[in-house]
């Protein structure tokens, strides 16, 4: 017997939502190995990347799904802005300074909430306190002559040779950012049509999404400093194969992967001589 496989992008939700589900457990396992070998800063951001892109992924297609297709480009302009926010300290290897950058962005966030006399008696007593503990460590931050700032997405996206993600998905989604004429009339027919006929919307943005969270993930792999095993690769390789095509193979790469971990480690903390690289010429296991 035998199997005849799809050749075309998925466009069945059901589909879609397993594939997701399946790319949330692998997050999972990257993420607890992450958590048992991190060795610094350059870790714990990467990590944490791979942790909000999935959950933004997953929220993505929930609101495409419930027929927000507007809501899903904007959710994934976000998506692509860690993918090149993450390769850009991959690069630059300014962890420390986008850490400071963080720092100092929220302190300044919750001392204009404080100092506004219309919120002053409306905020929780803890808020004042968490701001007053982080006071010398603001002013000491403050203290030094340059301040971080944020790459440009259209630069980064050109410095990775992606360019048409720039223009095709940062560029094109930012239009649903801000208000437009057209707004509202795909919301409009959905919500005057009866539930039985409601047509979801077309699946580039749910497919597209679940294409950034891999490179998203295979970038945090490539800035950390931890060797991991291959078949962690592949596992992307194939679901980027998926999303054009509709192959389910990445299902049994999951598969082997949950197989061997966690009696076989999937990373290791440091990186020795001799190893073979994957394809991006990062150690690999």
């Known amino acids: ?147 971080w700032q944020r790459p440009k997405a259209e630069t980064i996206a050109k410095k990775m040779d992606l360019g048409f993600l720039y223009r095709f998905g940062y560029d094109y989604a930012s239009t649903h950012v801000h208000p437009m004429a057209t707004d509202g009339e795909a919301d409009f027919r959905r919500l005057i049509s009866p539930p039985h006929g409601f047509v979801p919307p077309d699946t580039t943005v749910v497919r597209n999404s679940v294409l950034i969270q891999s490179m998203l993930v295979q970038e945090a792999l490539n800035v950390s400093r931890l060797r991991w095993r291959n078949i962690l690769y592949d596992f992307l390789n194939h679901i980027r194969v998926f999303v054009g095509s509709g192959d389910p193979q990445f299902h049994a790469t999951f598969h082997r992967i949950a197989q061997i971990w966690p009696d076989s480690e999937l990373c290791e903390p440091t990186a020795s001589e001799g190893t073979s690289e994957n394809a991006s010429g990062h150690p690999s296991i």
């Open 1 to 147: 017997m035998t199997i005849e496989t799809s050749t075309l992008p998925p466009a069945d939700p059901e589909v879609l939502g397993k594939a997701i589900e399946t790319l949330r457990l692998y997050c999972g396992v990257v993420l607890l190995s992450f958590a048992k070998y991190e060795q610094g800063l350059r870790e714990v951001i990467a990590r944490n990347f791979v942790a909000r892109g999935m959950s933004c992924t997953e929220s993505i297609f929930i609101v495409w799904k419930n027929g927000s297709e507007q809501d899903a480009w904007i959710l994934h302009r976000a998506l692509l802005d860690r993918l090149l926010h993450l390769h850009y300290l991959g690069e630059t290897n300014e962890f420390s300074e986008f850490e400071e950058y963080s720092f100092l962005s929220m302190y300044e966030a919750r001392h204009q909430l404080l100092s506004d006399p219309d919120m002053k008696n409306k905020l929780p007593p803890s808020l004042k306190e968490f701001q007053k503990s982080n006071r010398a460590k603001y002013h000491e931050i403050a203290q030094k002559e340059s301040r």
